[in-house]
């Protein structure tokens, strides 16, 4: 059985950092492009970052680039999201995703594999 499992989610003033972790478990980790998306109330799931198998590649949403770091530690089945700068509009529960094709990284139904989220609030 997979499972993804996030942490560290939590309430942060604007322009404050956050780390997300997520570990995953039931799967061949190496195997799976992982990512992350967020949805805030009463929007849909966004696509905000990916990485490859190996870790060589990453992509993110333009909202959170140069912002939001994406890493992957292959030994520990865990992926992680480094939030800077964080905004009000940040403001969302964050999911950590798994997929083992390649395709359109946006497309929510497209991953194989999510975990039950974690709540990211930032005050203004």
């Known amino acids: 059985q997979v499972q993804l499992v996030e942490s560290g989610g939590g309430l942060v003033q604007a322009g404050g950092s956050l780390r997300l972790s997520c570990v995953a478990s039931?799967?061949?980790?190496?195997?799976?492009?992982m990512g992350w998306f967020r949805q805030a109330p009463g929007k849909e799931r966004e696509f905000m970052s990916a990485?490859?198998?190996?870790?060589?590649?990453?992509f993110y949403a333009d909202s959170v680039k140069g912002r939001f770091t994406i890493s992957r530690d292959n030994v520990r089945n865990t992926v992680y999201l480094q939030m800077d700068s964080l905004e009000p509009d940040d403001t969302a529960a964050y999911y950590c995703t798994a997929r083992s094709s390649h395709g359109n990284y946006y497309i929510a139904r497209a991953w194989d594999y999510w975990g039950q989220g974690t709540l990211v609030t930032v005050s203004s």
């Open positions: 039931g799967l061949t980790f190496i195997t799976y492009t």
């Open positions: 990485i490859s198998k190996s870790g060589s590649s990453t």
